[in-house]
């Protein structure tokens, strides 16, 4: 990419999950109880997260005539990305801020890769171009069965978008596909089971972060 800059200071949290597993709502209670305790917090999402981004978002998720090609659906989501991460997210760590983001890297992987069926290799290495290999320090991935998350999605009063009228065969893949995630990066990742009351759900979010950030900063001290 041929660009140089400062190293991150702040902290990267991201959420994960698949339809219906309530991790938006999660997010923003998670970025109230950081706040409360005294963090410099910005909370965002992808796609999404500045004007361009925002638009190229409509272009995914809204209902189309037109069928969008898994190849096409990656390159607007990278697109999205990389706008976000040079307009928003680099920016705020570099300011020293906590960024809650309502999905990322994670996500691709996920519903590009285990559920469209792209190769995960190529994904990788448009996610590390597009980011600039920009990862998160820790994310939360929301698990809940995709029979109840579709059914939370279709019942509720939210607008249906074109990933919650996918089959349920789709969102089982990106389901499985987290989980391989998961299990993969045992120390980034940490699974939430989503099917718990909203309540109950919000007070192991806010003890599994400030437990991580209590050790992450005691980490970050002994290496200066």
């Avoid at 096409?72 to 990389?82: D, Q």
């Avoid at 994670?106 to 469209?116: F, N």
């Avoid at 995709?146 to 389901?175: I, Y």
């Amino acid at each position: 990419m041929g660009r140089t800059s400062r190293q991150p200071t702040g902290i990267f949290i991201t959420l994960e999950g698949g339809e219906g597993s309530g991790k938006t709502t999660q997010a923003r209670r998670l970025c109230e109880r950081l706040t409360a305790h005294g963090l410099d917090v910005l909370q965002t999402r992808e796609p999404g997260g500045t004007l361009l981004a925002e638009r190229l978002r409509s272009l995914l998720l809204d209902q189309t005539v037109e069928t969008i090609a898994p190849e096409t659906e990656a390159y607007l989501i990278f697109a999205a990305r990389r706008q976000h991460v040079d307009h928003v997210i680099k920016p705020a760590l570099a300011r020293g801020m906590t960024v809650v983001c309502d999905r990322f890297s994670d996500s691709t992987m996920a519903y590009q890769g285990y559920g469209r069926g792209l190769d995960l290799r190529a994904l990788r290495t448009m996610n590390d171009w597009a980011t600039g290999k920009l990862a998160p320090h820790l994310t939360l991935l929301f698990d809940v069965p995709v029979a109840v998350g579709l059914s939370r999605r279709r019942g509720g009063t939210t607008t249906q978008n074109r990933l919650d009228r996918e089959t349920e065969r789709f969102h089982r893949k990106v389901r499985a596909g987290f989980g391989a995630l998961a299990r993969k990066e045992l120390r980034r990742i940490m699974m939430i089971d989503s099917s718990q009351p909203l309540e109950s759900v919000a007070q192991t979010v806010e003890a599994l972060v400030m437990n991580w950030l209590k050790t992450y900063r005691a980490r970050t001290s002994r290496r200066r």
